[in-house]
């Protein structure tokens, strides 16, 4: 059967580049990184290497201010909760909006559970934050603003400097979730004005399981692991050093190639979008027309269900994700749809489309073939179907 | 989050899919909000016996399969005995569930409910209608 992979917003392949910078990592050079020997301090070397390599990618000012995590979600929940603690004395007020990543939500979830205060700022239809909602919700208890800079189900870009220097004029400091962000644009820290980021590599094809949190010096940060001196002092643990050689790999690739693999992927996307729209009735295409990532399609179809549309796909080889791959076990539609004021009905007919840099037109040909025929079969046995909408 | 095989081949091939003409109890239950909206379809014959049954689902894999086995549970059962299928009989037959999927079934028991909640209601404006006719 033919497969074809589209959900790489949920996690991408290694790419060949990526596992070659690694696979030396696992038994050449294996020493612990932090060991005064020469096979620890070889494998020092890469991890500096590394750091270097995710600084220069988003333009931070040194690479000290790179800190490698286990990946996206803890770097989320390190900086919005370790943030929050460490300015806890100046104010217990932070601001996120209401389409974050489970790992910013929750995070801030068990912040109120301490006794924080934390305002959801909602957005517009295409999935925006508004800047006068952001000044309006600031207080003199606020010390920390989190808006993530590309949303990963429906692939909305946020205005984030504009956001960051909001956070500024009012002495806030600023974080943003750009696991979705890294290769999709450009990102400067420095221009961008941004104080904090966390970063993932499983979605640039670098390895599960590392990540870094760009945190801009000066900013204070609770430690998140005691018992150790790495990353200076904050996060003890041997460092995974085969995982972060192919993360500074992966991101190194992922800014070098980006103009080539967003012109590609801005090519595969018309032509899918295209198509199914000449293909499939009663459609609706979610996120903003133009201030999006190309890679992420979020398409609802009318009277049918995202869940058995995603299983005829998959019967088909096709892979794909309804709401993010995390939430895809809830029965609520999608937060993130929820808050685009986009109805039960359409929410729960949403599936998200993501493209990889190896598809081609041949692949959406198949997938569009696919898709229509499950889109057919299901409104054929829909109690929504009505007479005349087929 | 995994499928039996039988909830996949329903769910692929359902039997019983779609309306029914002259079906003479309907039933519709669920909301769109948790994902599930199931349409029963009746026929039921002068000795209270159903003859046919057919379903309309917007759902998941589970709640198109669930439905499509409970057409079959009820299908050539009395009315009364139609009313006492359970949602567990639905489940013997499509085997092992993911836990947050439990509750298509229910939906499907409460579909052939609200079909023959339907039935009685139609039929009791039918014979207040006789009545009134003589």
Same mark, same amino acid.
């Given at each position: ?9 949920? #996690? ?26 020469? +096979? ?78 934390? #305002? ?53 400091? +600023? ?17 961008? %004005? ?121 019967? %088909?080889?096709?892979?794909?994700? #309804? ?68 | ?134």
């Amino acid at each position: 059967m033919r497969k074809v992979y589209l959900d790489n917003a949920a #996690t991408t392949y290694v790419s060949s580049e990526v596992l070659a910078e690694m696979l030396p990592c696992f038994n050449t050079v294996y020493g612990n990184a932090n060991s005064l020997h020469g +096979f620890g301090r070889e494998a020092a070397n890469i991890v500096d290497r590394a750091r270097d390599r995710v600084a220069r990618a988003i333009n931070a000012n040194k690479s000290n201010e790179i800190y490698f995590t286990s990946g996206g979600s803890e770097a989320d929940n390190w900086a919005i909760k370790g943030i929050a603690h460490a300015y806890a004395n100046k104010g217990k007020h932070i601001i996120t909006s209401a389409i974050e990543h489970h790992a910013v939500l929750d995070a801030c979830k068990q912040l109120e559970s301490e006794g924080f205060e934390v #305002t959801y700022l909602p957005v517009d239809k295409y999935g925006l934050v508004n800047i006068a909602d952001l000044i309006h919700a600031i207080k003199k208890t606020t010390t920390l603003i989190s808006i993530m800079a590309v949303n990963n189900e429906v692939g909305t870009i946020q205005n984030i400097k504009a956001i960051a220097k909001t956070a500024h004029e009012y002495g806030v400091i +600023f974080h943003t979730d750009g696991v979705q962000a890294i290769g999709a644009l450009r990102i400067d820290v420095q221009d961008m %004005e941004i104080d904090a980021m966390s970063m993932s590599a499983h979605k640039i094809y670098g390895p599960k399981g590392v990540g870094a949190l760009y945190l801009k010096n000066g900013i204070r940060i609770e430690n998140l692991i005691s018992g150790g001196s790495q990353e200076r002092n904050k996060r003890g643990g041997t460092t995974n050093v085969p995982a972060v050689a192919g993360f500074g790999k992966a991101i190194e690739i992922a800014v070098r190639d980006l103009s080539m693999n967003q012109q590609k992927l801005k090519a595969i996307r018309t032509y899918f979008v295209d198509k199914v729209t000449e293909r499939i009735p009663y459609i609706q295409i979610n996120g903003h027309p133009h201030q999006k990532i190309q890679g992420t399609v979020n398409i609802s179809f009318e009277m049918i269900e995202g869940e058995s549309i995603l299983m005829l796909l998959d019967l %088909e080889g096709v892979a794909v994700s #309804t709401g993010s791959a995390c939430t895809s076990q809830v029965l609520e539609p999608s937060h993130v749809l929820k808050a685009m004021k986009i109805s039960d009905e359409l929410a729960q007919g949403s599936i998200r489309f993501s493209f990889g840099k190896n598809i081609t037109k041949s692949d959406v040909d198949y997938v569009v073939d696919v898709l229509e025929k499950a889109v057919n079969q299901l409104r054929s046995i829909s109690p929504l179907t009505k007479a005349g909408r087929k | 989050m995994q499928y039996s095989q039988q909830v996949i081949d329903r769910f692929k091939n359902p039997k019983n899919a779609g309306g029914l003409r002259g079906a003479n109890g309907i039933g519709k239950v669920g909301n769109a909000k948790c994902g599930d909206i199931m349409k029963m379809y009746l026929l039921i014959d002068e000795n209270e016996v159903v003859k046919d049954a057919r379903f309309k689902t917007f759902g998941c894999c589970a709640a198109i399969a669930s439905t499509d086995v409970a057409c079959d549970l009820v299908k050539g059962k009395s009315v009364e005995e139609a009313l006492k299928v359970t949602n567990k009989q639905v489940l013997a037959i499509l085997g092992e569930m993911p836990a947050n999927k439990i509750h298509c079934s229910v939906l499907a028991e409460e579909s052939i409910h609200s079909a023959v909640e339907d039935y009685y209601k139609k039929k009791e404006k039918e014979s207040k209608k006789a009545v009134k006719a003589d």
